[in-house]
DNA sequence: AGAGAAATTATAAGATCGTATAATATTGAA
DNA sequence: TTCAATATTATACGATCTTATAATTTCTCT
């Protein structure tokens, strides 16, 4: 028989792969965030959402600023696989996937309160930590690059001409951002229809030439 | 002579008009976010700042929350302004007047990661305070109503439809947020004159008719 | 000059925070 | 089955936080 079992024979906690670990701790730091914003960056608070003590975060990662950075890592890299994954079960023309871009990024997935509050703790962050401002770069980057190939597979396609295609992208993707970040702060301003309405006459001004 | 004075005749306080310290302790309050950001939101930080004791804050405001939506308040209000006046000191001509207010957002003034973390803070609060979402609804549609303003008189001047001109300029509103939130984020990504650039970019989409 | 109103300080209480340390339980492997 | 590595808990410490209350100081007005 097991030495130290507990007297029912009932393991009191389960020991879990350091990755496994990890990902829950940044899943429910994640959740403390949505739900108390900045407040809810708290070693306790994660601790007790996630239903492990205190310790184990410092066991993990150290400082509670390396799990916040990891936390972020994972829903970045999670929402942009939603995203390119929308592209790719789309029409395989540039005018569909684009369609496509547009249409989930103003679907409840993204369109989300929720969300936006915790890029909203990452942002103030990433102005004041060199480790966050890293991973935000890297999320930004290739963001925006993905972004790049659905406009510039559209100029190819249909023949206009863009003169900065990088820069191109940037403004399309402050576009997107700037609708999201508007919305979320104060959903009366606009529907989500309206907003994807905006980003395709902000593409029907490419077409135009407005950025040849 | 004075009946409590100190020994040496000098004042150990100033008395000021509420007023007055509700403004000193607002502004207080603005340089300890921007020095750290969330964290900087303390009873005890702010009051240091301000060179007063911690009570005066409760004294003035209540509940610390309330000194924060002042400091929105003033600082929003002091921002508008200042767009307003660049705007009123360009030539008297639709055109003028929008390339000045272009000019004026991609300006140090406004385009400073100081003043975006600012406004990251109050962001995070107003997702999560009823208080703080009201004063942002406030400064937001004031903000969207001067670019309405700006716009309708481009279009009436130079005779282009624009189909729902709200949502144009809410639109607007979203590329420049977005361009100040991304550059904010990472200086690196693009430079502020090409920002304003994209910005003239934007609007030739206009006069071409994307948003007819 | 003096008194009263109110601005300001001074002080304290209790909660929560981050991190360090030592003890303990679980699990894979010998 | 036993052992050893380490994941996890348990506990403690000092700092900082918000808020409440009482004492003190300033300043205006008569």
Redesign the interface.
């Given at each position: 028989m097991a030495r130290k079992v507990a007297a029912k024979g009932r393991a009191r906690f389960r020991r879990e792969t350091p990755e496994d670990r990890r990902r829950q701790l940044g899943e429910a730091a994640l959740r403390c965030i949505v739900k108390?914003?900045?407040a809810g960056v708290s070693v306790r608070q994660i601790a007790a959402e996630a239903g492990v003590t205190q310790g184990l975060i410092t066991h993990h990662f150290g400082e509670i600023n390396e799990l916040v950075a990891y936390a972020f890592d994972i829903m970045a890299e999670g929402l942009l696989q939603s995203l390119l994954k929308a592209v790719e079960d789309a029409e395989p023309t540039p005018q569909k996937r684009l369609d496509a871009f547009i249409n989930v990024s103003f679907s409840p997935m993204l369109f989300d309160?929720d969300v936006?509050?915790v890029w909203?703790?990452f942002?103030?962050?990433?102005?004041?930590s060199q480790r966050m401002?890293s991973s935000?770069?890297n999320e930004?980057s290739g963001y925006?690059a993905a972004v790049e190939g659905l406009l510039a597979d559209l100029a190819a396609d249909e023949g206009f001409a863009i003169a900065d295609i990088r820069?191109?992208a940037?403004?399309f993707?402050?576009?997107?951002?700037?609708?999201w970040?508007?919305w979320?702060?104060?959903p009366?301003?606009?529907k989500p229809d309206?907003g994807a309405?905006?980003c395709r006459?902000?593409v029907?001004?490419?077409?135009?030439?407005?950025?040849a």
């Open positions: 108390h914003g900045n309160r936006l509050g909203v703790v942002w103030g962050l990433v102005l004041h401002s935000q770069q930004y925006v820069l191109t940037v403004a993707t402050a576009l997107l951002d700037g609708l970040l508007a979320c702060l104060n009366a301003s606009f309206e309405q905006l006459n902000w029907e001004g490419l077409r135009r030439g407005a950025y």
